[in-house]
């Protein structure tokens, strides 16, 4: 059977909701970073599918929703940059990717 | 000559002679007298002009405040009768002590500043006298005050001084709420504050009698505290703790009598509510008799002769009270301000003999020593007393026939006062001239110098003659009691001679003072009664202030505080330092508003 539009955004919710449960309820920072990434991916996978899925009068599909994936990618990727770069920075001086040792903001 | 100008130079001459002498005066002491006299003078001559111009002079008035027809106060000048008699007095009293001033005052501190608060205070007086409504009225009978302040106050080292000022000023203070209250109750019946205005309405008054009547008795209030009726009258005494040419211009012809210059201002106002005359005229009653009792037992000339001054004042507020037109107490008020002047000027010139010794106990045998001035006291007691053929005389009899006309206790008090100062007068008259010399300085006194004693003789002149038809009548139109009974004609002579001979008995020769009646000499405690009232129930009243201060007022901004404090309690608890929690709350807001916007 041919998948369908509602497969896609059905493994593309699936993916949000693992990625933002991901970063909710992990304790180790890099596994909250990667669950991060997974949710970008999941609106990737959802726009692309929009993309292949949603063909304009003359057969031919919108590629807008492609040239916005490739937004997004760049986005994540100069994101994990700085990210990672914070995250190193941050275990220099706790030792511990323990995000719940960081807590000097509590009242 | 325009003499529409004319009210204004007088007006304002005193004071800008006052504003002179502030930078003059520390450079030069005669230019300050002479400055200040130039001023008196230049408005007793203007006065005069004035007066001999008849018929009433427009003076053309400036607005001041205007919130419309319902509320609008000028600065006006009004020159009728009645203002035109005061003018003349007020001004030509001023100059005479003002000239008189040069000799007490020589050898004193705060020269220069003594005749720049006496030019203060002409100008004020004047502002009363000229004011053509209230709240003018009111802004100089203020101005008064503090005029009177700072005059008593000139020896303010002395803190019997200080104290002295400050009572008279509280004091009239308490008379000038209660006539604040009087004026704005008239303003709220009548619309207006003009004097003309409101004796024009004054017949509508008659829709609203019991308004009327309680707002004519608050307005007298203000006469009961600048006037010294009892009970206001403990200030008066006291201010004799100022220079004694103070006393007689302040305290015995001018700003004193004041109280009832209003009173004659709006008397066809207060005949349309008998009940409030009712109230003057006791109060009047009342305070001639017991400042009479108060009296005869006090040792400093000057206190005599302030406890006489009450006395006197009793009179004119009595004579306003019971006699059909204003002009019987004008008529009192021009023979007391001339001969009680006259006698505080006669007492200063004894202090000066006397080298500044105020008892008459440590007084006696003057009479060859200062003959001027005995002779000129004794014109002064005299007309004081009402002895036949001086001006006292006329003017005491005929509110005395008046009194009983209207009603006879008012009637006894009134003679029974005049027994009492027939008493007290001669009692300082002959202790402090005959007797024998109680004192060393007593026995080196010598007479003034001529520029206090020729002062004296001028007022001599009035006192004596201005009785007279032929010198009163130019003044006064003065209305006589319709049934004289012998005991009216005969009861006010009676008393003087009672007066005088009781006087002379006790007196004549005495070496100490042979009665002793505490209950007199201490005022009949009244200033104690007044004193503890002043210390426990202005302290009791503090405390509870200050409770209410603390607690109450206190309490409320305690409670803002504390709920403050409280919000920022609950929201603290929102910092949670936990970064997955923040990453829910966004999460959970990022759902919310979608909900929100695709409802």
């Not at chain 1, 909250?32 to 990434?37: A, N, Q, R, S, T």
């Not at chain 2, 008279?168 to 209660?178: E, L, Q, S």
């Not at chain 2, 440590?362 to 020593?369: H, I, Q, S, T």
């Not at chain 2, 009646?517 to 200050?546: E, K, M, S, T, W």
Request: net charge neutral; aromatic share 14%.
């Amino acid at each position: 059977m041919m998948p369908t539009l509602a497969h896609y955004l059905a493994v593309s919710g699936l993916l949000f909701s693992i990625g933002i449960a991901g970063v909710l309820l992990r304790r180790n920072i890099i596994v909250i970073f990667m669950c991060l990434e997974l949710m970008l991916n999941a609106s990737n996978l959802s726009l692309v599918a929009f993309s292949r899925f949603g063909l304009l009068n003359d057969g031919l599909p919108n590629y807008n929703g492609q040239v916005f994936v490739f937004f997004i990618v760049t986005v994540a990727a100069a994101e994990v940059a700085v990210g990672l770069a914070i995250i190193v920075a941050l275990f220099r001086a706790r030792q511990t990717t323990h995000v719940e040792d960081l807590d000097g903001m509590k009242y | 000559m325009n003499l529409a100008l004319a009210p204004w130079v007088i007006l304002l001459a005193p004071l800008l002679a006052a504003i002179v002498i502030l930078f003059v005066g520390p450079f030069s002491k005669p230019l300050s007298a002479g400055i200040a006299i130039l001023s008196a003078a230049v408005g007793a001559v203007l006065s005069w002009m004035l007066f001999a111009h008849s018929g009433d002079v427009v003076v053309p008035a400036m607005s001041w405040i205007d919130f419309g027809p319902e509320f609008a106060i000028r600065i006006g000048l009004t020159i009728d009768h009645l203002s035109k008699v005061m003018l003349v007095i007020v001004t030509t009293i001023a100059t005479i002590v003002f000239t008189y001033s040069i000799g007490y005052m020589k050898h004193e501190t705060g020269y220069s500043r003594y005749f720049a608060g006496l030019s203060l205070f002409l100008f004020s007086m004047l502002g009363i006298v000229l004011a053509d409504n209230f709240v003018m009225m009111f802004i100089f009978w203020e101005l008064v005050g503090v005029s009177s302040y700072i005059l008593i106050g000139h020896y303010f080292e002395k803190n019997s001084a200080a104290e002295a000022a400050k009572q008279a000023f509280t004091v009239n203070r308490i008379g000038d709420f209660g006539f604040m209250i009087g004026i704005l109750m008239l303003w709220f019946a009548f619309g207006t504050f003009t004097f003309s205005e409101l004796l024009a309405k004054a017949g509508a008054g008659a829709a609203f009698p019991v308004w009327t009547t309680v707002a004519c008795i608050f307005v007298f209030c203000g006469t009961i505290g600048k006037s010294a009726q009892i009970p206001l009258h403990v200030w008066l005494p006291n201010s004799m703790e100022g220079p004694t040419p103070v006393s007689s211009l302040l305290h015995a012809a001018t700003m004193v009598a004041a109280g009832v210059y209003m009173l004659a201002r709006i008397f066809p106002l207060l005949q349309t509510v008998p009940i409030a005359l009712d109230v003057i005229a006791w109060v009047g009653g009342i305070t001639c008799f017991v400042a009479g009792l108060m009296a005869i037992q006090q040792d400093d000339i000057k206190r005599i002769l302030a406890y006489s001054t009450i006395s006197q004042l009793g009179y004119m507020v009595l004579a306003i009270g019971v006699a059909p037109s204003s002009e019987v107490a004008m008529f009192h008020l021009f023979n007391h301000a001339c001969f009680k002047c006259m006698l505080f000027l006669c007492a200063g010139s004894v202090i000066l003999g006397m080298h500044h010794e105020q008892d008459i106990w440590k007084m006696g045998a003057l009479k060859n020593k200062m003959p001027i001035t005995f002779l000129t006291c004794a014109v002064g007691v005299a007309a004081l007393c009402g002895v036949p053929g001086f001006s006292g005389f006329f003017s005491k009899d005929l509110i005395i026939a008046f009194a009983a006309e209207k009603s006879m206790p008012l009637f006894w008090l009134a003679t029974l006062g005049a027994v009492l100062t027939a008493f007290y007068m001669f009692r300082s008259f002959f202790v402090t001239f005959f007797g024998p010399p109680r004192s060393e300085a007593a026995r080196h006194a010598g007479e003034s110098p001529l520029v206090m004693t020729i002062p004296l003789i001028i007022l001599a002149i009035p006192s004596a003659i201005a009785g007279y038809g032929f010198f009163a009548g130019h003044f006064f139109q003065v209305p006589h009691p319709h049934e004289e009974t012998l005991l009216t004609k005969f009861g006010p002579l009676g008393a003087v001679v009672v007066g005088v001979v009781a006087a002379f008995l006790l007196y004549f020769r005495a070496e100490k003072d042979p009665l002793r009646i505490p209950f007199f000499a201490n005022r009949l405690y009244i200033d104690a009664l007044y004193a503890a009232i002043v210390r426990y129930g202005q302290d009791r009243f503090g405390n509870v202030l200050a409770w209410s201060d603390r607690w109450v007022i206190g309490g409320v901004v305690a409670l803002s505080a504390w709920a403050a404090n409280f919000a920022g309690g609950c929201l603290r608890l929102l910092q949670l330092g936990n970064l997955q929690a923040y990453a829910f709350f966004f999460g959970a807001g990022v759902v919310g508003l979608l909900y929100l916007l695709l409802k």
